[in-house]
């Protein structure tokens, strides 16, 4: 069965470094997303993107975010200058265009720590 | 705007009995809504879903979920708890149009099985 995966599953960093989380959605699909959850709290959207923009994005989702969907199957999440609140597990989902209905399959997530 | 609010962080139930998850939703426009599982160090995996039709909904490993509109409820259901549910379950939702539409979390219920 098709699913989306992620790289690195965890990732440590200093604090002011840029990161960049990979993420391969599932081939026929159109609709790309990142979320986040903070250790102990709920998932939270950040960024939704097709047809190669942003169609949504959270507040969370400020200027040192950034995503790309540089060759046709990535789709990445940069954070410029990491802070270390932006230590939490980062889930990248895909849902394909042919349902108003299809779920968003979610990958496994890559735990990013600030340091 | 959406919303979703499940009551008790935790939740713990003896192996073999009934599993009652709560969730209630806030929708400014009909939603769709699903129930999501999280096992340790693992991502999300779709339970469930409720889309139109059928308000009882049947899900993977047993589960269940009975969409009321009337009480904006979206509460998860197993007859008999088995050791292996013990996980983190997310209700979320999102609107039922717009293919790019964000899902909303709740908070999650941590489920433990007692032996």
């Known amino acids: 069965e098709p699913e989306v995966t992620q790289t690195p599953s965890h990732q440590v960093t200093q604090m002011g470094q840029e990161v960049i989380l990979r993420c391969v959605p599932i081939s026929n699909h159109l609709y790309f997303y990142w979320y986040r959850q903070i250790l102990g709290q709920k998932v939270e959207f950040l960024v939704s993107f097709y047809n190669n923009e942003i169609s949504e994005k959270s507040e969370i989702f400020d200027d040192q975010f950034s995503v790309e969907r540089p060759d046709g199957s990535n789709f990445t999440l940069k954070i410029r200058s990491t802070k270390l609140e932006d230590s939490a597990m980062y889930f990248c989902a895909s849902r394909d265009g042919t349902s108003g209905a299809g779920e968003q399959y979610f990958g496994p997530g890559t735990r990013l720590t600030v340091t | 705007a959406q919303s979703v609010t499940q009551l008790g962080s935790h939740v713990s139930v003896s192996e073999g009995a009934l599993v009652l998850l709560r969730c209630n939703y806030s929708?400014?426009?009909?939603?769709?809504l699903f129930w999501y599982v999280q096992y340790p160090n693992q991502g999300l995996q779709l339970l469930l879903k409720y889309t139109t039709g059928a308000t009882l909904v049947k899900g993977i490993n047993g589960f269940e979920a009975e969409f009321k509109k009337s009480e904006t409820s979206f509460h998860l259901t197993k007859p008999s708890a088995h050791m292996s549910d013990a996980a983190e379950y997310f209700c979320a939702v999102r609107p039922n149009s717009g293919g790019y539409q964000k899902v909303t979390f709740g908070i999650g219920t941590k489920l433990q099985v007692i032996p």
């Open positions: 929708s400014s426009v009909p939603p769709y």
